[in-house]
C-alpha cells in the first residue's frame, strides 16, 4: 500500500482518501443490457487500492456497482484497506420504516457487509416531508451499526440546514462541484461551515470533457457517453462552447506551466476549496485506469496567478443556475436525458385532498394542533388556496431547532406541500403574513424567505407575536390564486 494519498475523517471510524473512484460508470458501461463480469470488475479495483485509492463511491441504481463491490469484499487480499461508499435513492413518495429498511439491507446484502461504509441519501421532492422522515429513520439504523456514516446526495443549502439543525447528523453532502459548476462554494460552504458537513465533488472532469482532447474540438453533437452527454448541457448552461474552450485553455496554460495536465489543474482546484473533504473521479472498470494521473494531483500546488487565471476564466462564464441539486428538481434539468424520465415516473401529491359537500377541499398535515384546534392546514374554494398559519411542525417534532432560517425553510415546504395537493404551485401565492416570537430573529428569517420567493414577489408583512409554543421561533401563513 502506497502512503502518497492524503486521507480525511468523514465520520468516528471512517477515514477516506481525498480522491475518490467513482462509480457511476457502471451503468454506462451496462447500458447494453450486458452486466459485467463481478470477478474483473472487483479485479480492476486493485490497482487503485494498491496506489492508495482506497475508497470507491456508488449507489443503488450504478448498475451492478454495488455487486462488485461484494464481490470485491469477499475475494480482495486488499478488502480491508477499501471504504465503499453508496448511495439509496428511492422513489419519490411517502415512506415508511419497513420501506427505509428495507432499502438498506439491499445495499447489505448486496456489497456483502455488516455495516454500509457511508450511506448517502437523495430526496427527489422537498414539499413531501417524507424525505426527514427517511434521514430521522436512517439515523435510527445507524444508531443499530448497520451504517457508519450518514451522508446525504445533491441536497440544497436550505435543506441541508433543516437537517442538521434538527439533530440529524449528516457528515458529507455529495454534489456537483467544478470549474463549470461553482454552486456549491456559495450558501452551501457557508452552511457546511456553520455546522461542520463536508462535502464530495463530482463532476470535476466534466465527464471528461476537461481533458487536453476537447482542445480545440469541434463541439461534439452525440457525446458518446452518459457522462459526456449530462456535462455537455453544463456547458451549455454555463455560456456554450466556445466560452468552455476558453476556460479549457486556461488549465490547459496552468498544466504545462507546471508540467501535468488539465485534469489534475480542475481537480486540484476544487480538492483545495473549502469544506471539501474530496473529489470524486470517473472509474471505468476494466475499460481505463487513470492510476498515475491521478497521483499527480497531490504533487501539484496552483499559485496566485494560477488562481487568478482562473478565477477570470470561470468568471466569464454564466452561472449554473439554482442551488446544489435544483438540476434534478427544477428545469433545466441537467441530467443526462435532459429530464426525469430516466428516474421517475411522477412526483405524488404529499397530502391528500379532502373535498366537502360545499365543493372546497382541504387537506390536513396530521399535526396535533389541527384535531385540538379544528382547523385545516390549506383550504382552496374555487381559484383560491388559503394556508393557515405554519409553524415548523412535523408529528410530534419540532424540525429546525434553534436556527431561525432553518425552521422557515421547512415551513415554506409545508406551504408548497399544501398548494400543491389543491392543484396550486408555490409560484401562485400572492399574499405571506409571518410572524416571529423575538423580533432578533427577523433577518434569517426574512432572508429564507427572500430565497424561496426570490422570483415570486407576493405582498408580505412580518412581525413581532407571541407564538403558541417555546419551540417555534416563526409563524406563516399564505394566499394563493390559482392560474
Known amino acids: 500500500m502506497r502512503a502518497k494519498v492524503p486521507t480525511t475523517r468523514l465520520a468516528p471510524g471512517l477515514e477516506i482518501a481525498r480522491v475518490l473512484n467513482g462509480l457511476w460508470q457502471v451503468a454506462d458501461l451496462e447500458r447494453d443490457g450486458e452486466t459485467l463480469d463481478l470477478a474483473n470488475a472487483a479485479s480492476a479495483m486493485e490497482p487503485y487500492v494498491e496506489a492508495g485509492f482506497t475508497t470507491f463511491d456508488m449507489a443503488d441504481h450504478y448498475g451492478s456497482a454495488e455487486d462488485i463491490a461484494g464481490y470485491f469484499k469477499t475475494h480482495s487480499k486488499h478488502a480491508s484497506h477499501a471504504q465503499m461508499l453508496t448511495k439509496w435513492v428511492p422513489k419519490p413518495g411517502r415512506l415508511d420504516r419497513q420501506d427505509v429498511r428495507g432499502g438498506i439491507h439491499r445495499a447489505l446484502d448486496r456489497m456483502r457487509t455488516d455495516t454500509l461504509d457511508l450511506l448517502q441519501f437523495h430526496a427527489w421532492h422537498y414539499p413531501d416531508p417524507s424525505w426527514l422522515d427517511a434521514l430521522f429513520w436512517l439515523d435510527e439504523l445507524r444508531q443499530e451499526g448497520l451504517i457508519c456514516g450518514l451522508g446525504v446526495t445533491n441536497f440544497d443549502a436550505a435543506h441541508l440546514r433543516i437537517a442538521v439543525a434538527s439533530g440529524i447528523p449528516i457528515v458529507s453532502n455529495q454534489v456537483s462541484y467544478s470549474l463549470l459548476d461553482q454552486r456549491a462554494s456559495g450558501a452551501m460552504t457557508d452552511v457546511c461551515s456553520e455546522y461542520g458537513v463536508q462535502l464530495l465533488a463530482y463532476g470535476t472532469l466534466a465527464g471528461g470533457l476537461l481533458s487536453p482532447r476537447w482542445l480545440g474540438a469541434e463541439e461534439p453533437t452525440a457525446p458518446a457517453t452518459w457522462s459526456q452527454m449530462k456535462y455537455k448541457r453544463f456547458i451549455d448552461a454555463a455560456g456554450g462552447w466556445a466560452l468552455f474552450q476558453e476556460l479549457l485553455q486556461t488549465t490547459a496554460d496552468i498544466a504545462r506551466k507546471h508540467g501535468t495536465s488539465p485534469a489534475v489543474v480542475a481537480s486540484k482546484y476544487i480538492l483545495d476549496q473549502p469544506c471539501v473533504a474530496g473529489v470524486i473521479l470517473g472509474a471505468r472498470l476494466g475499460a481505463a485506469n487513470h492510476v498515475a494521473e491521478n497521483l499527480k494531483i497531490f504533487d501539484l500546488q496552483l499559485d496566485h496567478q494560477d488562481l ?176
Open 308 to 483: 487568478a487565471r482562473i478565477k477570470e476564466a470561470t468568471g466569464a462564464m454564466a452561472a449554473i443556475p439554482g442551488d446544489c441539486g435544483d438540476e434534478y428538481r427544477k428545469p433545466p434539468f441537467l441530467t443526462a436525458s435532459g429530464d426525469l424520465s430516466d428516474h421517475l415516473d411522477a412526483i405524488p401529491p404529499a397530502f391528500d385532498a379532502v373535498e366537502n359537500a360545499d365543493g372546497r377541499r382541504r387537506v390536513f398535515s396530521g399535526t396535533e394542533w389541527e384535531d385540538l384546534a379544528g382547523y385545516a392546514r390549506a383550504m382552496r374554494d374555487g381559484d383560491r388556496i388559503l394556508v393557515s398559519g405554519t409553524t415548523a411542525t412535523h408529528g410530534d417534532r419540532a424540525i429546525g431547532g434553534d436556527d431561525a432560517a432553518a425552521q422557515t425553510h421547512f415551513v415554506i415546504d409545508k406551504i408548497a406541500a399544501a398548494i400543491e395537493s389543491l392543484g396550486g404551485h408555490l409560484e401562485d401565492v400572492i399574499r405571506t403574513r409571518i410572524l416571529v416570537s423575538d423580533i432578533a430573529h427577523w433577518e434569517p428569517v426574512a432572508r429564507a424567505h427572500g430565497q424561496r420567493f426570490a422570483e415570486i414577489r407576493p405582498v408580505n408583512t412580518l412581525v413581532e407575536a407571541r407564538l403558541v409554543g417555546d419551540a417555534y421561533l416563526v409563524e406563516i401563513e399564505a394566499e394563493a390564486r390559482v392560474g
